[in-house]
T-cell receptor
Framework: GDSVTQTEGLVTVTEGLPVKLNCTYQ???????FFWYVQYLNEAPQVLLK?????KRTEHQGFHATLHKSSSSFHLQKSSAQLSDSALYYC????????????FGKGTHLHVLP | EAAVTQSPRNKVTVTGGNVTLSCRQT?????MYWYRQDTGHGLRLIHY???????QIGDVPDGYKATRTTQEDFFLLLELASPSQTSLYFC?????????????FGPGTRLTVL
């Protein structure tokens, strides 16, 4: 079946240090785009990053991710975490025109400490 | 001018009660989705639709019905609510079901079943 595996639970990092949130996926449908969604406290999820090109780095708001189809991974990284990055992060591979569903991972809580 | 709105924002009902959650989008999107969000499970798809009158079953449909009356409006119905349905419910819309389309989420409805 289809599955997305993210770094489990809570990731705690000190402000200014690098952070990496892992995402690997296994889908039966053709995945043509990959998203990271971010959900801040008491808000709705929103897109942080999108990528559809293999081995190409995508950046937004200081975060970056590179899609590696060979290893089925789309890890999210930032070189210097900020307090405002504290949130819940979801990885979501998205399918082709016949696959309406989007599979979300279980989410990873990022807590940035001062 | 929010593109996806949900009502009510909070709802308390009793076991066996009848609940309808409403969602309206003004994005002119074809696809709409209902998710529930629970700690440890992330976002789970309940039902989705790709147009008025269409309904597709998601991953956790038991105990839920849905109806898409217009392109804009998507309703989630709990006819015999149970405490296990206490959750945060999100509605979302997207321009296409796959092809890398971003999902736009509403603000959520917090449902408590006593």
């Amino acid at each position: 079946g289809d599955s997305v595996t993210q770094t489990e639970g809570l990731v705690t990092v000190t402000e200014g240090l690098p952070v990496k949130l892992n995402c690997t996926y296994q889908t039966t449908y053709l995945t043509i785009a990959f998203f990271w969604y971010v959900q801040y406290l008491n808000e709705a999820p929103q897109v942080l990053l999108k990528s559809s090109t293999d081995n190409k780095r995508t950046e937004h708001q200081g975060f970056h991710a590179t899609l590696h189809k060979s290893s089925s991974s789309f890890h999210l990284q930032k070189s210097s975490a900020q307090l405002s990055d504290s949130a819940l992060y979801y990885c979501a591979p998205t399918g082709d025109t016949n696959a309406y569903k989007v599979i979300f991972g279980k989410g990873t809580h990022l807590h940035v400490l001062p | 001018e929010a593109a996806v709105t949900q009502s009510p924002r909070n709802k308390v009902t009793v076991t066996g009660g009848n609940v309808t959650l409403s969602c309206r989008q003004t994005n002119s999107h074809n696809y709409m989705y209902w998710y529930r969000q629970d700690t440890g499970h992330g976002l789970r798809l309940i039902h989705y639709s790709y147009g008025a009158g269409n309904l597709q079953i998601g991953d956790v449909p038991d105990g839920y019905k849905a109806t898409r009356t217009t392109q804009e409006d998507f309703f989630l119905l709990l006819e015999l609510a149970s405490p296990s349905q206490t959750s945060l419910y999100f509605c979302a819309s997207s321009a296409t079901g796959g092809t890398g389309a971003e999902q736009f989420f509403g603000p959520g409805t917090r449902l408590t079943v006593l």
